[in-house]
């Protein structure tokens, strides 16, 4: 049985002072799931954890994410998160430190129940 995205959303989240991509990254993912609510699962009565879950977080040092911490975040579903080259530093002109800005996508995707359900009329 193939799949079906049912959402894509989007976060920003930042660490001023720290430098910590990884808080960044969280922060950009509980951006964005505060922006979302999937009742679909409950209404069709599918087991969320059916659900997998697929993150990217964009950077400017990608290595410097912890990516299985970013995954402990998310509270539904089966979580996988990957780090890629993106985000923003802007640079504290009086520490010369760099403030961390981090990008966050998540896509939702569920098994494509079409076959199970026919319209009638």
């Not at 079906?4 to 976060?11: A, D, P, Q, S």
Request: contains cysteine.
């Amino acid at each position: 049985m193939g799949e079906k995205r049912i959402i894509l959303e989007m976060g920003t989240g930042n660490d001023l002072y720290g430098q910590d991509y990884t808080k960044a990254a969280r922060r950009a993912v509980q951006d964005a799931l505060h922006h979302s609510s999937i009742t679909l699962f409950a209404k069709l009565g599918v087991d969320h954890s059916k659900m997998r879950v697929a993150v990217t977080i964009a950077v400017q040092q990608p290595e410097l994410v912890d990516c299985d911490l970013v995954a402990r975040d998310l509270p539904r579903g089966c979580a996988s998160v990957r780090a890629v080259k993106g985000g923003l530093d802007v640079a504290d002109a009086g520490s010369g430190s760099p403030h961390v800005i981090a990008t966050a996508a998540i896509e939702a995707w569920m098994p494509d129940l079409a076959p199970h359900y026919k319209l009638s009329s």
